[in-house]
């Protein structure tokens, strides 16, 4: 049901969440630099990429995807691994860690409100699903109006931005409608995060203000949290790729030392 690809490296194995509206392009410009340290593990999200659409809403559950997680690590081989997160991908590998903190040598991620944000009480679940009701309808303009889905910006590679438009043709309307309904709801950790067990670095984007609030909250909850600010906005892997590949490489070793 969902793609997934093991590339070659040294060391444990590390999992690789992309965010919405993106694929496994995501993360081109760290497998390399990652490869020295690990061995990556890139999967894509439902409805994006390789992955498939399923209709059912029990597939989009993060509950669902924390048991594909564990079914991947199994198959794998691996007593314990690392992960990684952006985004909405954050959202995700935070909430896998909470739930198996034992599986986990360390675990990083990148700038996401949705995976720290407080529930806005005035929105009920209502309100959100009738904010969507009209989604599918809207056809392939829905998802082009998303903020994160991908535009030439001239910022990136041109391979990588090559790869990632490419990949935006393969995106499910389907699949990105049931995961904001069913998905998204059970993201934020916010209210769990102090009881993070795990080694956990932040690689965060400083030139999304919007998200800096949230980051130096995530610090005080979280006092063991470390974290790597870098000039980069929200794609902050793709935008510093050297930088972010240095602070992870560092964590992972780290992690592989104090784990044994």
Request: glycine fraction near 8%.
């Amino acid at each position: 049901m969902m793609h997934v690809e093991v590339h070659d490296g040294t060391g444990p194995h590390l999992l690789l969440v992309h965010g919405i509206c993106s694929s496994r392009a995501q993360w081109r410009p760290n497998l390399a630099g990652l490869a020295e340290v690990s061995r990556p593990v890139v999967v894509e999200l439902l409805g994006h990429g390789r992955s498939a659409s399923p209709a059912e809403p029990e597939a989009y559950t993060v509950a669902a995807y924390v048991a594909r997680f564990e079914a991947i690590r199994e198959d794998l081989g691996a007593e314990r691994w690392a992960i990684c997160g952006q985004s909405f991908g954050a959202g995700l590998t935070l909430n896998y860690a909470l739930t198996h903190p034992a599986r986990i040598l360390g675990q990083v991620f990148t700038n996401s409100a949705s995976a720290l944000a407080r529930r806005n009480p005035a929105i009920t679940d209502e309100m959100r699903l009738a904010r969507l009701a009209g989604f599918e309808d809207r056809g392939r303009a829905a998802l082009e109006a998303m903020p994160f889905f991908p535009k030439r910006s001239g910022r990136l590679a041109p391979a990588v931005e090559a790869e990632l438009m490419a990949d935006a043709e393969r995106i499910s309307l389907t699949g990105v409608a049931q995961g904001l309904r069913y998905t998204a709801p059970g993201l934020s950790v916010i209210d769990r995060f102090a009881q993070t067990r795990v080694p956990t670095l932040l690689v965060n984007g400083r030139r999304e203000k919007s998200f800096q609030p949230v980051r130096d909250e995530a610090a005080r909850l979280l006092p063991a949290l470390q974290v790597v600010d870098l000039d980069g906005g929200h794609p902050v892997n793709l935008d510093q790729p050297e930088a972010f590949n240095d602070a992870v490489r560092a964590f992972l070793a780290a992690a592989v030392r104090a784990g044994g």
